[in-house]
C-alpha cells in the first residue's frame, strides 16, 4: 500500500524530483468513446457509467482493438450531478483516419462499439475538432486533481466548448497530463502555460514535441520514444504525421533491451535506437509508494535511405 503520510511529495512532483522523462508513456489508443458525466467521480466512475449503458462484456473485443472508453465533464467545481442533456463523443485518432463525431447519451445503446474500434465513422454528427482532454480524476491519483485543475481552468477560459476534464488516461506520475482528440497526442508534466501552447499548436494541426508522452496509436513504447527523438533531433517537425514509425525490431545491447525503430520523417525514413534503461533513482511517494522512473533513450540517429 502507497505510503500516505503527508511528508512525503505526491507520485507526479517526486518524479520531475528523480528527472522522469514522459516520452514513450502514452497508453495505448486508437479510437474514442468519450460520455459526459457531470458532477463528482468515484475511483469507479467510467466502469459505473458503462456498465449502465452497455451488456457485460459488450466492451471488451472493442478495448483490446484499441477503443478507449473514458468520461468528460466541464472544466469547473463538481459538487453534484447536473442535470439536462448530456455529450457524448466518438473518433478515431490513426493517422489518416482521424475523424471526430457527436452524438446524443440517449444512442449510446444502439452504438456499433466494433464499427468504432475499428475506425469506421458515420455514428453521429461530424465536428470540427480538437477537443483538450486534461486528466482531473482526483479519487484515482489526487496528483491529476491538483496538477491538472489549474490546466482545465485556462484552457477552458481560452478555449470554450473545446476543453472538458477527463476520467483516469493513465500515467498518474506525469500529471498535469492533456490528451488532445482526435489527434491522438498525450502530452505530460505541462503547467497551464505549457497546455496553452500544446493547445495552440493543436488547432494549427501540430505538434509540440516538449513534455510530449506519445502518439497513442503508435504500436510500441519504442516507437512513441523515437518518434518523439526524431522530432526533437531534426527540429521543426510538428505536423501531425511528420513523424510516424513504420517497423522495429530487437538489437543485442550491454542492456538486454533496446530495439531499432524505423520512423517515416517527411522527406527521409530514419533508424532511431532506442535504449530501455532501468531507473538510477528512486523515492517514496504519498499517493504511489515507491516511484523509480525507468527511461529510454537513445544514442544513435540514422539516415539510411530518401523516402
Same mark, same amino acid.
Given at each position: 500500500? $502507497?505510503?500516505?503520510?503527508?511528508?512525503?511529495?505526491?507520485?507526479?512532483?517526486? &518524479?520531475?524530483?528523480?528527472?522522469?522523462?514522459?516520452?514513450?508513456?502514452?497508453?495505448?489508443?486508437?479510437?474514442?468513446?468519450?460520455?459526459?458525466?457531470?458532477?463528482?467521480? $468515484?475511483?469507479?466512475?467510467?466502469?459505473?457509467?458503462?456498465?449502465?449503458?452497455?451488456?457485460?462484456?459488450?466492451?471488451?473485443?472493442?478495448?483490446?482493438?484499441?477503443?478507449?472508453?473514458?468520461?468528460?465533464?466541464?472544466?469547473?467545481?463538481?459538487?453534484?450531478?447536473?442535470?439536462?442533456?448530456?455529450?457524448?463523443?466518438?473518433? /478515431?485518432?490513426?493517422?489518416?483516419?482521424?475523424?471526430?463525431?457527436?452524438? #446524443?447519451?440517449?444512442?449510446?445503446?444502439?452504438?456499433? !462499439?466494433?464499427?468504432?474500434?475499428?475506425? !469506421?465513422?458515420?455514428?453521429?454528427?461530424?465536428?470540427?475538432?480538437?477537443?483538450?482532454?486534461?486528466? =482531473?480524476?482526483? =479519487?484515482?491519483?489526487?496528483?491529476?486533481?491538483?496538477?491538472?485543475?489549474?490546466?482545465?481552468?485556462?484552457?477552458?477560459?481560452?478555449?470554450?466548448?473545446?476543453?472538458?476534464?477527463? /476520467?483516469?488516461?493513465?500515467?498518474?506520475?506525469?500529471?498535469?497530463?492533456?490528451?488532445?482528440? $482526435?489527434?491522438?497526442?498525450?502530452?505530460?508534466?505541462?503547467?497551464?502555460?505549457?497546455?496553452?501552447?500544446?493547445?495552440?499548436?493543436?488547432?494549427?494541426?501540430?505538434?509540440?514535441?516538449?513534455?510530449?508522452?506519445?502518439?497513442?496509436? #503508435?504500436? /510500441?513504447?519504442? #516507437?512513441?520514444?523515437?518518434?518523439?527523438?526524431?522530432?526533437?533531433? !531534426?527540429?521543426?517537425?510538428?505536423?501531425?504525421?511528420?513523424?510516424?514509425?513504420?517497423?522495429?525490431?530487437?538489437?543485442?545491447?550491454?542492456?538486454?533491451?533496446?530495439?531499432?525503430? &524505423?520512423?517515416?520523417?517527411?522527406?527521409?525514413?530514419?533508424?532511431? &535506437?532506442?535504449?530501455?534503461?532501468?531507473?538510477?533513482?528512486?523515492?517514496? /511517494?504519498?499517493?504511489?509508494?515507491?516511484?523509480?522512473?525507468?527511461?529510454? =533513450?537513445?544514442?544513435?540517429?540514422? =539516415?539510411?535511405?530518401?523516402?
Amino acid at each position: 500500500m $502507497p505510503n500516505v503520510s503527508s511528508g512525503l511529495p505526491g507520485c507526479a512532483i517526486l &518524479t520531475r524530483q528523480l528527472g522522469g522523462n514522459p516520452a514513450g508513456t502514452a497508453a495505448h489508443m486508437t479510437s474514442w468513446l468519450l460520455i459526459e458525466q457531470p458532477g463528482p467521480w $468515484p475511483s469507479d466512475a467510467l466502469e459505473q457509467t458503462l456498465a449502465s449503458v452497455f451488456a457485460p462484456g459488450r466492451l471488451d473485443g472493442p478495448r483490446a482493438a484499441g477503443l478507449r472508453p473514458l468520461l468528460i465533464r466541464r472544466p469547473g467545481r463538481h459538487r453534484r450531478a447536473e442535470s439536462g442533456p448530456r455529450s457524448v463523443f466518438v473518433a /478515431s485518432g490513426v493517422p489518416g483516419n482521424r475523424w471526430l463525431e457527436r452524438l #446524443a447519451f440517449e444512442d449510446l445503446g444502439s452504438l456499433d !462499439v466494433a464499427a468504432l474500434a475499428a475506425g !469506421v465513422p458515420g455514428h453521429g454528427e461530424r465536428v470540427d475538432g480538437p477537443l483538450f482532454l486534461v486528466c =482531473t480524476h482526483g =479519487t484515482k491519483d489526487m496528483c491529476c486533481a491538483v496538477l491538472g485543475r489549474p490546466l482545465a481552468g485556462v484552457l477552458g477560459a481560452n478555449h470554450p466548448g473545446r476543453a472538458w476534464e477527463v /476520467s483516469h488516461v493513465g500515467g498518474d506520475r506525469w500529471a498535469g497530463n492533456l490528451l488532445v482528440v $482526435p489527434d491522438g497526442f498525450l502530452h505530460g508534466q505541462l503547467d497551464p502555460g505549457e497546455a496553452a501552447l500544446v493547445a495552440k499548436a493543436a488547432l494549427a494541426g501540430q505538434v509540440q514535441p516538449e513534455q510530449l508522452r506519445g502518439r497513442t496509436s #503508435a504500436s /510500441s513504447p519504442w #516507437a512513441q520514444y523515437a518518434e518523439i527523438a526524431v522530432r526533437k533531433h !531534426v527540429g521543426g517537425l510538428r505536423g501531425l504525421d511528420a513523424a510516424l514509425a513504420v517497423a522495429e525490431r530487437p538489437v543485442e545491447s550491454p542492456d538486454g533491451e533496446a530495439r531499432v525503430v &524505423t520512423v517515416q520523417g517527411v522527406d527521409h525514413l530514419y533508424e532511431v &535506437t532506442v535504449h530501455r534503461n532501468e531507473a538510477a533513482v528512486r523515492g517514496e /511517494s504519498r499517493c504511489s509508494g515507491v516511484i523509480a522512473p525507468a527511461a529510454y =533513450t537513445t544514442d544513435d540517429i540514422k =539516415t539510411p535511405a530518401t523516402a
